[in-house]
């Protein structure tokens, strides 16, 4: 899937957490390049300015998954916040701060000292109770360079019967969910990259992936219909929620991670990515997650976005590389 010069040119005239991924992914630059891009990003833009948010204790907002002070009615409200020290975390991951900056070594120590989840009081960097909370905490830890070695060992011993998690688990769900299973995946793949992929992780990783695929990345197995009509639709930032294109962007990963062609079952996924497709080569945001934030990142909904438009592109990008015949 080729990006017109336009696209390209539109996408390169925006922050350095989007155009280092735009000449790796998009433009197959040179490492150097794009590194020195990438670079930038402690300095310069949305990063530096998420950065100078943080409070002196390494922190944002004064809490680990919530804001210091912030009620119950607050949440009914204005909706789930976003300013917290895991979202801002996964922020910054998504970002590509590179995770041995001095900024980013100093915060993962502060972090383990200072941060404590508000479900118990537990230390940030030893997880919460909720699948969905230790599978991003896995993918900052592994990133950053923090041993989030015993939050795996949990995650593996957490999963469903179907083959894939839900962050109800302790409330008595005892079967997986989409939202819960994508982001225990993505902290799979980014401790598999760091670490030695143990035969446990790429099973538990396969499985959960099984458990997508076998519903085509939304679908139930009982109808066929849509789990969640939501998932249709493309949203950035995801949070902790699901979409196609979220699973599609995981799915790339862990096909070029492992070295293997995409699974044909991708290809009803792919076939909407394509449809929403503008005539000028670009795609919308569908909606935009309620909750307080620290700064826009995106245009409104109903306009073309770049982070959109970036994760299509380089999704059909790895999909039409492999020439599915099937899909053609």
């Known amino acids: 899937m080729n990006a017109n010069s336009d ?15 735009v000449m790796r992914d998009l433009l197959d630059a040179p490492e150097t390049d794009w590194q020195a891009e990438r670079s930038k990003i402690e300095r310069q833009g949305w990063g530096a300015r998420l950065l100078a948010a943080q409070d002196a204790d390494g922190q944002w907002d004064g809490g680990a998954f919530v804001p210091a002070g912030f009620t119950e009615q607050d949440w009914k409200d204005t909706g789930q916040p976003w300013t917290a020290t895991c979202w801002s975390l996964t922020q910054l991951r998504e970002f590509g701060l590179y995770p041995d900056c001095a900024c980013a070594r100093r915060t993962t120590r502060q972090v383990g000292m200072n941060s ?4 118990a009081g537990q230390p940030y960097w030893a997880g919460e109770i909720e699948e969905c909370i230790n599978g991003r905490t896995v993918a900052q830890g592994a990133y950053f360079g923090v041993d989030v070695a015993p939050i795996v060992e949990r995650l593996l011993s957490q999963r469903q019967a179907d083959g894939g998690w839900n962050c109800e688990r302790a409330n008595g769900s005892r079967v997986s969910s989409f939202d819960t299973t994508i ?14 992929d143990a035969d446990a992780i790429r099973n538990a990783r396969q499985a959960g992936e099984e458990y997508l695929l076998r519903r085509h990345l939304f679908r139930r197995l009982t109808t066929g219909e849509p789990a969640d009509p939501d998932y249709l639709l493309f949203v950035h930032p995801s949070r902790w929620r ?12 862990s096909s070029q991670f492992r070295n293997v062609k995409p699974d044909i079952r ?3 996924a792919i076939a ?5 497709r503008l005539s000028d080569g670009r795609w919308l945001l569908d909606k935009r997650i309620r909750g307080r934030i620290w700064f826009e990142i995106d245009e409104a909904p109903g306009e073309p976005s770049r982070w959109i438009t970036l994760r299509a592109l380089r999704v059909l990008k790895w999909w039409e590389s492999y020439k599915q015949p ?3």
Do not use: K
């Open 116 to 119: 404590r989840w508000e479900h």
């Open 7 to 21: 696209v390209i040119a539109w996408l390169l005239d925006s922050d350095p957490a989007i155009r280092w991924q």
């Open 242 to 253: 699901y979409d196609i294109l979220r699973a599609l962007d995981y799915f790339r990963d």
């Open 266 to 268: 991708l290809d009803t």
């Open 326 to 328: 099937d899909d053609r």
């Open 272 to 276: 909407h990515v394509r449809s929403r």
């Open 183 to 196: 982001n225990v995946l993505e902290g799979l793949l980014e401790f598999a990259r760091i670490n030695a």
